[in-house]
């Protein structure tokens, strides 16, 4: 395995201080979109804001320090959101915490194994439509704090629109127009100025217009009692074997989405700085972080594409701003932790709904369908099982039937084909049957293309369509790039 080396060790060396004004003024800027987004993916996932909040400043600081990538800002995010609310409904928060703890044991064995390449072996149908199905997931869910319903909302997307649907007479238009107001901001501030972030200033007038209107809407303070200030108690969960078995199913999920979305969101990185992240080493970090946030009440946590972006766009170089971006979060629970408690709980989930519909690929969907069908069939199939069922299911709906087609398409393209005198034969040199006899009692057979267990069969159907049996049988290889012990067993019959 190649040496521990964190990104940031490598970029102190020559460190000055413009690249360290560089680095906090990207991250104060990333502080200050991430605030909002780690306060509502932590509700949406179930737990409390702090809890979110914590996510975001321990494991935005490991990475930081131990990870292969010099722009990675680490958090919750909405990948996880369907997961972690179930774990929780199931579990409670001592589930989550110990599945938790799982993923980061798992994420780190994979950095040492240096499985950190493992992505290429996902589709891009199946992420497109385990993406898409996740923002429907967060879409919906989110829909009952926009509507001010204030309800208790069941797992299932299928479940959760049949409650919204018999509810709607119960709305609180108040808090409809806070989320309008939410996202008109979020969609609009953009235009007039981007040194601030369009999410805080959209939280901000969301939060003063209730307050002093007097509107009666629920908030972080009404519904969770605020953010308590100060440092979190050191959460040790309970462990048993039965308990690890229930939870190896969901904590393999966390860690392989905590994987696929670290890992993307590095490539994204690389792709706007020309640089290149070690693999490996992110995972290693991204599990560390996992086992270390539920010590401290946290959640999963991962590398976030969109925040990762805008670290770059405000100008960051080193991991110090994603160090910067950690210690705004701390301070924040430190210094405004009581004014956080305002905050519109409708305001939160308008922020999230902006986010589920950027994160939806849906335009996937027409570029598949106008490309080859059995991509389509892959990325339909990925995001119905994961909106109707779960992310698991989905995801391992949707890997499983790539691979079907996938081996359908390799069984097509082996050919096994008849040789005979006035056939042509590519074949040159002393291997080529041009101009020469084939005795009557041998059959000459030319195979092309992979010989494994799906194109076996088509072995015996040559070896049958021959019409009489021959005293010996020469089969052409040179075009077989690999077989398996199905392939070789064909021969044998």
């Known amino acids: 395995m190649?040496?521990?080396?964190?990104?940031?060790?490598?970029?102190?060396?020559g460190y000055g201080r413009s690249d360290f004004f560089a680095d906090l003024g990207a991250g104060l800027t990333v502080g200050l979109i991430a605030l909002p987004l780690a306060i509502g993916f932590g509700i949406a996932s179930g737990v409390t804001p702090q809890q979110g909040l914590w996510t975001g400043i321990i494991a935005s600081l490991v990475v930081a320090i131990l990870g292969g990538s010099r722009f990675q800002v680490v958090g919750p995010t909405g990948a996880f959101v369907p997961v972690l609310f179930s774990v929780v409904?199931?579990?409670?928060?001592?589930?989550?915490?110990?599945a938790t703890i799982m993923a980061g044991l798992m994420l780190i064995?994979?950095?040492?194994?240096?499985?950190?390449?493992?992505?290429?072996?996902?589709?891009?149908?199946?992420?497109?439509?385990?993406?898409?199905?996740?923002?429907?997931?967060i879409f919906c869910g989110q829909l009952n704090d926009f509507l001010g319903l204030g309800l208790k909302m069941p797992g299932q997307v299928p479940k959760q629109i049949a409650v919204l649907t018999a509810n709607l007479d119960h709305v609180n238009w108040h808090a409809i127009v806070i989320g309008a107001l939410t996202m008109a901001v979020v969609y609009t501030w953009p235009f007039i100025t981007r040194r601030v972030p369009a999410s805080i200033v959209a939280v901000i007038a969301a939060t003063v217009l209730p307050y002093f209107a007097g509107w009666p809407v629920a908030t972080i303070q009404s519904q969770f009692g605020g953010i308590p200030a100060g440092l979190p108690d050191l959460y040790f969960p309970a462990v048993s074997l039965d308990?690890?078995?229930?939870?190896?199913?969901?904590?393999?999920?966390?860690?392989?989405?905590g994987a696929i979305e670290s890992l993307l969101s590095a490539v994204v990185a690389d792709g706007m700085t020309d640089t290149r992240h070690n693999p490996n080493q992110e995972l290693m970090a991204q599990g560390i972080a996992n086992v270390l946030c539920p010590f401290a009440g946290g959640i999963?946590?991962?590398?976030?594409?969109?925040?990762?972006?805008?670290?770059?766009?405000?100008?960051a170089r080193t991991p110090v701003a994603a160090i910067v971006h950690a210690l705004v979060l701390l301070a924040v629970v430190f210094l405004a932790a009581p004014l956080a408690g305002y905050i519109p709980l409708a305001a939160l989930s308008a922020v999230l709904l902006t986010v589920a519909l950027r994160m939806a690929e849906f335009h996937t969907f027409v570029e598949l369908w106008r490309g080859p069908r059995a991509d389509f069939i892959v990325?339909?199939?990925?995001?119905?099982?994961?909106?109707?069922?779960?992310?698991?299911?989905?995801?391992?709906?949707?890997?499983?039937?790539?691979?079907?087609l996938f081996l359908?398409?390799?069984?097509?393209?082996?050919?096994?084909?008849l040789i005979t005198e006035e056939s042509e034969d590519p074949g040159t040199g002393s291997h080529s049957i041009r101009g020469k006899e084939i005795p009557s009692d041998v059959v000459l057979y030319r195979i092309e293309g992979p010989m494994f267990f799906a194109a076996a069969e088509k072995l015996d159907m040559a070896l049958r369509g021959s019409g009489h049996k021959p005293r010996v049988v020469i089969f052409r290889m040179r075009s077989v790039p690999a077989m398996d012990a199905s392939g070789l067993h064909a021969f044998e019959g």
Request: a positive charge; glycine letters at 12%; proline letters at 5%.
């Open 2 to 13: 190649r040496k521990f080396a964190p990104a940031l060790f490598s970029a102190l060396p």
């Open 89 to 98: 409904a199931v579990h409670g928060y001592g589930g989550l915490a110990l």
């Open 109 to 137: 064995l994979l950095g040492v194994l240096r499985m950190g390449r493992l992505l290429k072996f996902f589709p891009y149908p199946v992420v497109a439509g385990f993406t898409s199905g996740i923002a429907v997931i």
């Open 243 to 257: 308990l690890i078995r229930e939870l190896m199913g969901p904590a393999f999920t966390i860690a392989a989405l």
């Open 300 to 315: 999963p946590a991962t590398g976030a594409i969109a925040r990762t972006a805008a670290n770059i766009r405000t100008g």
């Open 379 to 404: 990325l339909l199939a990925t995001f119905g099982f994961t909106v109707v069922f779960d992310l698991t299911i989905g995801v391992a709906a949707g890997l499983v039937m790539a691979v079907v």
């Open 408 to 417: 359908r398409q390799m069984e097509e393209v082996t050919h096994i084909r």
